[in-house]
């Protein structure tokens, strides 16, 4: 069964430094891996996903992700936060023919000034 | 568009009591899913479909029904309402697996 960890439950960063947060994933075959965000009391917000080909992946606001087979990783990176990006932020894993999302347990960002 | 809409935003329901979330979408997507968040768990699949017509079972499927007559409208049914179901509740919608879901804004149910 596929499934997805994310090692830090929060983290805390200052307004204007590099944030990177680390997912893991176990699944048996290509898998389908998108970062999602959540804002408090908001539902969830695609990031950006990969699929296939090129490893870097960039998405909206700023962010990017590295695929990393040997490593099963699928980490998100953004070179300066800013206040606005203190929110949930989940990763997740689908197969080629499977549509059924299986998410971490999210992390938690805190930007402080 | 108004992409994946939920109602209620927020229900108080009494144990044993029986409701029906409502979810529509408006993007002609097949698939639809139910996923329940709870603190320190993330999302975890409720049920699932794939085209009108057709649903399965997700990860925690119990004391909850679902049916999908239309494209548009995935209703997730609770018959009897218990406290461990207390959670916030969100629908979903794609295309397909590789292009990411669209969620919904979701509904927060408490049980008491």
């Known amino acids: 069964a596929q499934s997805v960890t994310q090692p830090d439950i929060h983290i805390t960063v200052s307004e204007g430094a590099s944030l990177e947060l680390r997912c893991n994933y176990s699944?048996?075959?290509?898998?389908?891996l998108f970062w999602y965000v959540q804002s408090p009391g908001q539902g969830l917000q695609l990031l950006l996903k990969y699929f296939s080909g090129d490893t870097l992946v960039q998405g909206i606001k700023g962010f990017e992700a590295e695929f990393k087979r040997s490593q099963s990783s699928f980490n998100l990176r953004k070179p300066s936060v800013h206040w606005s990006d203190a929110a949930e932020y989940f990763c997740a894993v689908a197969g080629a023919n499977d549509y059924k999302l299986s998410f971490g347990a999210g992390t938690t960002v805190t930007v402080r000034a | 568009n108004a992409g994946v809409t939920q109602t209620p935003k927020f229900q108080v329901l009494k144990t044993g009591q029986s409701m029906t979330l409502q979810c529509a979408q408006d993007?002609?997507?097949?698939?639809m899913s139910w996923y329940r968040q709870d603190p320190g768990m993330g999302l975890r699949l409720i049920h699932y479909?794939?085209?009108?017509?057709?649903?399965d079972q997700g990860e925690v499927p119990n004391g909850y029904n679902v049916s999908r007559s239309t494209t548009e409208d995935f209703p997730l049914r609770l018959l009897s309402a218990a406290p461990s179901q207390t959670s916030v509740y969100f629908c979903a919608s794609s295309w397909g697996g590789d292009y990411g879901y669209t969620f919904g804004s979701g509904t927060r149910l408490t049980v008491v």
């Open positions: 699944y048996g075959a290509t898998p389908y």
């Open positions: 479909s794939v085209g009108a017509g057709i649903t």
């Open positions: 993007m002609n997507h097949e698939y």
